[in-house]
């Protein structure tokens, strides 16, 4: 079973950075899992954010965030991270950390709430 747990949400204002954390407990059959972040705002759906690979070699972002926020990940510390800049109010959701085998997400974190004003 694997166990995540977000740090690093807050609230900021409008061109502020925040960056996101995710620890990942994990068994041996870690291997292979990519990771990656959803968002959910109040009233909307759950949104895929970004992905990153197994290796990390290859990065997957939404259309609304690519060009402001990286994913990047350390196998060696099973973590990963989410380094957002330039956030707009329309970045305010709660973030989720996710992993699972060959980008099926099998296995989410509480989530870590984003608040950006302006």
């Known amino acids: 079973q694997v166990q995540l747990v977000e740090s690093g949400g807050g609230s900021v204002q409008a061109g502020d950075s925040l960056r996101l954390s995710c620890a990942a407990s994990v068994p041996t059959t870690f291997t292979n899992y990519a990771m990656g972040w959803f968002r959910q705002a109040p009233g909307k759906e759950r949104e895929f954010v970004a992905a990153?690979?197994?290796?990390?070699?290859?990065?997957h972002y939404a259309d609304s965030v690519k060009g402001r926020f990286a994913i990047s990940r350390d196998n060696a510390q099973n973590t990963v991270a989410l380094q957002m800049n330039s956030l707009k109010p329309e970045d305010t959701a709660v973030y989720y950390c996710?992993?699972?085998?060959?980008?099926?997400?099998?296995?989410w974190g509480q989530g870590t709430q984003v608040t950006v004003s302006n």
């Open positions: 990153i690979s197994w290796g990390g070699q290859n990065t």
């Open positions: 996710t992993a699972g085998p060959s980008y099926t997400w099998s296995y």
